[in-house]
């Protein structure tokens, strides 16, 4: 079974337009990341929150985390076209690498 | 600079043969992964690598086999393509912190198709 499943699995807005993501896991964690992928392309690291924080900004994006639910969730503000892509999260779980969700797929409408 | 290197982009080959996706980071790193991604979109560990050292293993078909000849390669090679091995496989690097996970970068993807 997968660690991290994203909800939802696609989503699309308009541009300027927030748009929110959310990620469950099962296990306990030291960190949670956020990734991004453009088609055809290698994943990008977005930010990574660790377990005993709750919130934390980056530009447009915002993550919160919620231990007790283990779940997170990433924010985008005033969304453009150019963020169009698929979005993953990745939990930390001490196995020494990532455990990547099943992603969701933005579409951000010009 | 690229700093996560992949070769090659694109792989399309008969059932049956045998072939190798290569990998290397000029990051400084001590940890290479592979990664597979899915038709689906799914990405799943199959290997990890800390200083030349194998580290995760997961239940990979043993025609899968990885070798890191140094700490900045990792190479794959699988015997025997199936066709169920099509997908995309990433190599990625990072840099462990006191077993700690951190940032991973990626390269490009190498898309295999097998025919």
């Known amino acids: 079974s997968q660690q991290g499943e994203e909800d939802p699995q696609a989503l699309s807005i308009q541009e300027g337009e927030n748009a929110t993501m959310n990620c469950s896991y099962k296990t306990s964690i030291n960190n949670l990341q956020w990734y991004r992928q453009n088609s055809g392309r290698g994943l990008v690291h977005l930010i990574l929150?660790?377990?005993?924080?709750r919130e934390k900004h980056s530009g447009r994006l915002r993550v919160t985390l919620d231990t007790s639910k283990k779940s997170s969730s990433l924010l985008i503000t005033a969304s453009r076209a150019a963020d169009t892509a698929s979005y993953f999260c990745a939990t930390d779980t001490g196995r020494r690498a990532l455990t990547f969700g099943s992603g969701t797929r933005l579409q951000v409408q010009p | 600079d690229t700093a996560v290197s992949q070769t090659p982009k694109y792989l399309v080959t008969q059932m049956g043969n045998d072939k190798s996706i290569k990998c290397e980071q000029n990051?400084?790193?001590?940890?290479m992964y592979w990664y597979k991604q899915d038709s689906k979109k799914f990405l799943k560990i199959m290997f990890s690598?800390?200083?030349?050292?194998?580290?995760i293993n997961e239940t990979v078909p043993n025609r899968f086999s990885p070798k890191s000849p140094d700490k900045a390669h990792l190479n794959l090679h699988i015997n025997s393509l199936e066709l169920g091995d099509s997908a995309v496989y990433f190599c990625a690097s990072s840099q462990m912190d006191y077993l700690e996970t951190g940032e991973l970068f990626f390269g490009e993807g190498s898309r295999l198709t097998v025919l």
């Open positions: 690598y800390n200083n030349k050292e194998l580290i």
């Open positions: 929150i660790r377990s005993n924080e």
């Open positions: 990051l400084g790193h001590d940890t």
